[in-house]
C-alpha cells in the first residue's frame, strides 16, 4: 500500500487531490473516499469492534434493540439500511465506518484534535470505483445498471435485505461504500458516505493490506498540525460548518481560542505561537 508524508500545505492538497482527474469527463471528480484520524497509530477498527466481547454476535442484538426504542423517530417501513445509517450516526456500535468525500472534511478530522498534536496525524483513502469492480455481481452489476459510483441506502435495500444476506453473497470478504440519507445538516456538511466490510470480525486494516493497489495513506506529522489547522480554519472548514447546531459552535470556539502550544519533541514549523482571536 503507497504511504506518503506530507511535507508541506502545499503538497498535502498535492497528496490529498492526486488522482482526481476524469479524463472520461473531462474534469476533476475524485473516485476517493477519506477519513481522517488524529493518530496515525490507530487502526482502522468499527465501533463494534472495539465494543470488544462477542461483538460479531451482538450486532444483530444492537440494531434490533435500537429500532425498537427508536420508533418514534424513524417509521417502521424504512429500509434495514436506512436504519442502520441512523443508529450509526447517533452513536450505536455497527460494522459501519464513516468516511468522506471531502479531503479537506477528512484532513479537518486528522487536526482538530489539539491533545494529539505531538502525534502524527493520517488521511486515508480508498479508491471506491476500483475496490467496486471486486464486488459480487449481483451488487457490481447494480451500480452499472444505475450508472452510478457508490450505493445509496435505497439501492442497497433492492438487493441486500439485511447485514446478514450481506454476509451470504460471496464467500470471499468484500468492502463497499454507500451514501447514507440526508437526514440532517451533519450528514450534508461532512460529505457523508459509510464503508461496510461483508465480515464483521475483519478490521479494515487487515482488507487493505491485500488491496493495496487501490488504497493509501497520507502521514500528515506532527509538526505540520498547527500550520495545516489553522489554514483549514481559514478555509471554513471547522466544527461550526461540520456540526451544526450550537454544539459544533462551542466546539469550535474552544479549540480557536485555545493557546498554541508545542509539544515536547515536536519541532515548530515557526508560525506564530498562539491563535489569531
Known amino acids: 500500500m ?5 511535507e508541506s500545505w502545499v503538497h498535502l492538497q498535492e497528496l490529498l487531490f492526486d488522482g482526481s482527474w476524469n479524463e472520461k469527463i473531462g474534469r ?13 497509530g490507530y487502526p482502522l477498527e468499527t465501533t ?8 460479531a454476535e451482538l450486532e444483530h442484538h444492537l440494531l434490533r434493540n435500537f429500532m425498537k426504542y427508536a420508533h418514534r423517530d424513524v417509521v417502521e417501513r424504512d429500509s434495514y439500511w436506512h436504519w442502520l445509517s441512523v443508529a450509526q450516526h447517533h452513536g450505536l456500535p455497527t460494522r459501519l465506518l464513516d468516511w468522506t468525500h471531502s479531503p479537506l472534511v477528512a484532513t479537518h478530522f486528522a487536526t482538530a484534535n489539539t491533545e494529539k498534536y505531538n502525534l502524527d ?9 476500483l475496490g467496486h469492480r471486486l464486488l459480487p455481481d449481483k451488487i457490481r452489476q447494480c451500480l452499472d445498471r444505475e450508472g452510478a459510483n457508490t450505493l445509496t441506502t435505497e439501492l442497497m ?14 464467500e470471499e470478504p468484500f468492502l463497499l461504500f ?19 466490510l461483508s465480515d464483521a470480525s475483519l478490521g479494515l486494516d487487515s482488507w487493505m493490506a491485500s488491496h493495496g493497489d ?18 483549514l480554519d481559514q478555509s471554513n472548514i471547522t466544527e461550526r460548518v ?27 514549523t515557526g508560525i506564530q505561537d498562539t491563535v489569531d482571536m
Open 48 to 55: 463494534l469492534i472495539r465494543l470488544g466481547g462477542p461483538f
Open 214 to 231: 487501490f488504497c493509501k495513506k497520507i502521514v500528515i506529522p506532527a509538526a505540520l498540525k498547527w500550520e495545516i489547522r489553522d489554514k
Open 242 to 268: 461540520l456540526f451544526p447546531g450550537l454544539d459544533g459552535l462551542g466546539r469550535w470556539l474552544r479549540r480557536h481560542y485555545s493557546p498554541k502550544t508545542v509539544p515536547e519533541g515536536v519541532k515548530s
Open 157 to 170: 435495500a433492492g438487493i441486500v435485505k439485511s447485514m446478514e444476506e450481506l454476509d451470504r453473497v460471496a
Open 2 to 6: 503507497r504511504i506518503d508524508i506530507a
Open 178 to 196: 454507500f451514501e447514507p440519507p440526508s437526514m440532517d445538516d451533519r450528514i450534508v456538511n461532512q460529505f457523508a458516505l459509510f464503508s461496510v
Open 28 to 40: 476533476f471528480r475524485s473516485p476517493w473516499a477519506f477519513r481522517g484520524l488524529s493518530n496515525a
Open 121 to 129: 496525524g493520517v488521511v486515508w483513502c480508498v479508491n471506491y470505483e
